[in-house]
């Protein structure tokens, strides 16, 4: 059981809706006030500084661990530098969106309308991506659900893990600044590069000053308390937080306590400097294991006591709510910050690495049920079994995680992207299903590309069968395609096209990034950063990953072309015109056909027929993508991870050949449409491993839903062991499972003040069910429930 505490924190975490701050775009605004003629880099320092040194400590009833970004415990902030225009057009009605809506009063309106939005017109990156952004292609990927990346012009970049291991634990920020202090007595001022070095250093040395001094007024605050506090054992735990925020993050931690509130302060730290999208935690079970043995060495603390910390730690995480625009809201819905934490999986020398750390991780995850972090598992071929059997545990209890990743093919990703083996066998994941490594700077969600729009372009002419706008390429009459080749050179033009205006748009937001906002804080927390004196934003890292391009309905796609082939050209059981026919008309009267097209193979069921064109379609997509280059000269990556972005791509779709009705639902990373994996899930990890996995370094993604009776007995369980170990054989990379009946959702739906805490499985992250869009819940719902292994 939890104890009391947690359980309250809990309470407020499952009952709160998210409030929006303005303190920190305030204090960010003003300073900029100040600082005008400055460079850049020293800027956005000192609004980093200003805001740790005036913004609110609060400690909230019975914490453990401290650190809050705003007035609220449920909070979000804005950040006006990246966007301010979506804020103004859409906070008048925030707490009534669809999905992810906030909390803001009419008076927080009034002001920021007043005194922040007005210093920022005409100097925000969304103004200038969009002012910049070339007419063809922003007619492609503006808001349109074809192609989209508003999360990284509307957005920061966030996707980096701070480098615990070998940074941060052993210097403290204090050693970051006298590190950076010394190299900048070694520059010169005769020098560019120099120059530029000395504003890099001098940068860090700023952030690292307010990380350190919000630390200590969060010490003094606790000391206040203290005085004021009446019951004798909270006043000792609040002079112990005093003493732990005076040391740490300034100094190495030396216990449990202290290094566990140090990360929550890095944490804070990146989220007050630029709200970011997958700021993970990285290999929690491997960096904090010196110190949970240590400590029960030594009799600090007990097993129980480091529980409550880490379950402490869960909440803290859950409690920073990402702020994003309506249409981001659509492709990462559920409150989802994605700060992703990894488990398991082998050490840096090949050894197995599951430790006290890691069952106490998973534990957390099922005792308190919060969305955050994301809990992912890396499994390698002889890991112990009894971590499978933990993992297969957590996975029973409908929970949505873990996330469950192949220890071999992370590994082999980054040997494929030039990483030093010592360190692919170090990674983490990043964000959904990213294999990542703490020395690494990448963009790991760039873009959303939406394949099943380039069929439609295919099959009419360049034009959006919704918007009825010529979106696509010129092409001929689909009704006069003689063959299947056609279609499919006609289908690779058009999906080329779209991979080309998501280059474009990418290496402008890159360009913007670079020029309009350096990331101090968090460069000073990536070792070759500080090393090099190089910003992250000017590949900083060790290693500097492309942008990755995300593919959504692959499924879908393969799908509609195996109808094409076989009804149309091999079995001639209809025509090209009756086909595009029944698909302007949305079915309606085609009942026949589209039965006839329901029946044709599906990906997902282990049919070579279908397979092969989602394989041809994969290995196209990674060869097109990666031939380009982004702004540093690394070549583009691809990947098909999952978020909910099959959602509004599938609004913007009509009809398509496999029976699929204008508007639902696409299909999410290398996951079957929903229903139509008919045969087992065995089957449907056998499609998905069919793919070469291993080359598209942004990940893989593998959604299943199993029948809750499949995985609630200890057979079960082990049943499903053995089918995740024979999937990863094959060469795949991940794979995840909800398992909450359909009853249970359907409840959920009716009574959703009874369900307030019930996770589910959205795609690369798991979310409560009520926090989700109708048509979202509708969409896990429709997903296969598989009886049988």
């Known amino acids: 059981m939890v104890t009391e505490r947690i359980e309250m924190a809990r309470q407020n975490y499952i009952n709160s809706k998210p409030a929006i701050s303005y303190e920190r775009a305030r204090i960010w605004t003003e300073s900029h006030k100040m600082t005008e003629g400055e460079s850049i880099p020293i800027r956005r320092a000192k609004a980093f500084r200003d805001t740790c040194e005036q913004i609110a400590t609060n400690i909230f009833e019975g914490e453990l661990i401290v650190g809050a970004i705003g007035e609220f415990r449920k909070c979000g902030i804005l950040t006006p530098e990246f966007s301010w225009t979506w804020v103004d057009k859409e906070m008048d009605s925030f707490d009534k969106r669809v999905q992810d809506p906030y909390i803001m009063t009419d008076e927080q309106r009034a002001y920021v309308r007043k005194e922040i939005f007005p210093y920022w017109k005409g100097k925000s990156l969304e103004e200038s991506f969009l002012a910049q952004l070339p007419k063809e292609t922003a007619k492609v990927v503006v808001d349109t659900g074809i192609v989209d990346n508003d999360s990284k012009w509307r957005q920061a970049v966030g996707e980096i893990t701070p480098d615990y291991q070998d940074v941060l634990f052993k210097k403290g920020f204090g050693g970051i600044i006298k590190e950076a202090e010394e190299n900048l007595l070694k520059l010169s001022d005769t020098s560019a590069e120099d120059l530029k070095k000395k504003d890099f250093y001098k940068s860090i040395i700023i952030t690292s000053e307010g990380i350190i001094t919000l630390a200590k007024r969060y010490s003094q605050k606790a000391k206040e308390m203290a005085i004021e506090e009446k019951d004798k054992i909270r006043k000792r735990e609040l002079l112990n937080i005093a003493e732990i925020c005076n040391k740490v993050p300034e100094n190495p931690p030396t216990t449990f306590y202290e290094a566990i509130q140090f990360i929550w302060f890095t944490q804070v730290g990146g989220i007050i400097s630029e709200n970011p999208l997958a700021l993970n935690v990285g290999r929690f079970d491997q960096f904090m294991y010196p110190y949970y043995k240590s400590d029960i060495e030594k009799g600090i603390m007990t097993k129980d006591q480091i529980q409550e910390l880490i ?113 692919a066998r170090d990674w983490n994941n990043c964000g959904c299903v990213v294999p990542h490594f703490r020395k690494t700077g990448e963009w790991t969600s760039a873009v959303n590309i939406n394949f099943t729009a380039a069929l439609e372009f295919t099959l009419n002419q360049g034009i959006s069968r919704i918007t009825k706008e010529k979106i696509g390429l010129d092409e001929k009459d689909p009704k006069t395609f003689e063959t299947y080749k056609e279609v499919e050179d006609a289908f690779y033009k058009q999906f080329d096209n779209l991979i080309k205006h998501s280059v474009i748009a990418t290496l402008l937001a890159q360009k913007l990034h670079k020029e309009m906002v350096p990331r101090p804080f968090l460069s000073s927390c990536i070792e070759e950063c500080i090393l090099q004196g190089k910003d992250l934003v000017d590949a900083g890292a060790k290693y500097n990953l492309g942008p990755v391009l995300t593919g ?15 009804l149309v050209f091999e079995d001639k059981v209809t025509t090209m015109e009756n086909l595009i026919n029944a698909l302007d008309a949305n079915w309606e009267g085609y009942d ?185 819940q509708d969409a896990i719902i429709a997903r296969t429930a598989h009886e049988k292994y």
């Open 592 to 776: 026949d056909l589209r039965k006839l097209a329901l029946d044709v193979p599906k990906y997902g069921n282990d049919m070579d027929y279908v397979d092969d064109i989602a394989i041809k379609m994969a290995n196209h997509y990674y060869k097109e993508g990666h031939k380009y280059k982004d702004i540093n000269g690394n070549n583009f990556n691809t990947a098909f991870m999952g978020i909910s972005n099959y959602l509004p791509t599938g609004k913007v779709v009509g009809a398509t050949p496999c029976g699929r009705k204008a508007k639902e639902p696409l299909s999410e990373g290398v996951s079957p449409f929903a229903g139509s994996d008919t045969s087992t899930p065995l089957a449907a990890m056998r499609s998905a491993a069919k793919l070469n996995q291993d080359v598209h370094s942004g990940g893989t993604l593998l959604n299943l839903r199993l029948n809750e009776e499949l995985v609630n007995t200890k057979r079960g369980q082990s049943n499903l062991g053995a089918m995740i170990q024979s999937f990863f054989s094959l060469g795949a990379f991940h794979v995840q499972f909800n398992t909450i009946s359909t009853e249970i959702l359907r409840k959920a739906q009716e009574r959703p003040k009874d369900y307030k805490d019930l996770l589910v499985r959205v795609a690369g992250y798991s979310t409560q069910f009520i926090n989700l869009s109708r048509s979202m």
């Open 552 to 566: 959504i309905g692959l499924a879908v796609t393969s799908n509609s072309l195996a109808v094409i082939k076989k």
């Open 311 to 423: 379950e402490a730690y869960w909440i803290k995480l859950s409690e920073w709510v990402w702020t994003i625009s309506a249409n981001t809201a659509e492709f990462f819905a559920g409150y989802n910050q994605f700060q992703n934490l990894t488990i398991g999986g082998k050490t840096r020398d090949g050894k197995d690495a599951a430790n006290d750390l890691s069952y106490m991780s998973l534990k957390a995850t099922e005792r308190i049920k919060t969305h955050q972090p994301g809990l992912s598992v890396r499994i390698h071929q002889d890991c112990p079994s009894e971590f499978l059997e933990a993992v297969t545990h957590l996975v029973s209890k409908g929970t949505g995680f873990p996330a469950i990743h192949s220890d071999n093919a992370g590994y082999q990703m980054l040997i494929n992207a030039g990483y030093e083996p010592e360190d």
